[in-house]
């Protein structure tokens, strides 16, 4: 079973920055996918940020150019560097691993980090 344990949620200012980090209780390089997801209280879950096997990123338009996805094989962790927060920013950040597996789509998840931004 693959567990994922966020961190690094917190209550910031707007123009802040924050780091989350998700430890994987397994090899990440052995999923095809590594995401961070967020869901704002009466708003649907979005993917904000993800990152393959190969190192290939993807952001939400609402990210680019301020957040920053990377990943650390060796320690198993994910981390999602997030600079000039904005209050829209606020929201529970979830940590998410993908893999395909002979054609069947598995996805686990992390308990999720709450991320406030608020002056």
């Known amino acids: 079973q693959v567990q994922l344990v966020e961190s690094g949620g917190g209550l910031v200012q707007p123009g802040e920055s924050l780091r989350l980090s998700c430890a994987a209780s397994?090899?990440?390089?052995?999923?095809?996918?590594m995401n961070w997801y967020r869901q704002a209280p009466g708003k649907e879950r979005e993917l904000v940020a993800g990152?393959?096997?190969?190192?290939?990123?993807n952001y939400a338009d609402s990210a680019k150019g301020r957040f920053t996805i990377s990943r650390d094989n060796a320690k198993n962790t994910v981390y999602l560097q997030m600079n000039s927060l904005k209050p829209e920013d606020t929201a529970v950040y979830y940590c998410?691993?993908?893999?395909?597996?002979?054609?069947?789509?598995?996805?686990?998840w992390g308990q999720g980090t709450q991320v406030t931004v608020s002056s």
């Open positions: 990152i393959t096997t190969g190192g290939t990123t």
């Open positions: 998410n691993a993908r893999s395909w597996i002979h054609g069947d789509l598995y996805d686990y």
């Open positions: 397994v090899s990440i390089f052995s999923m095809n996918a």
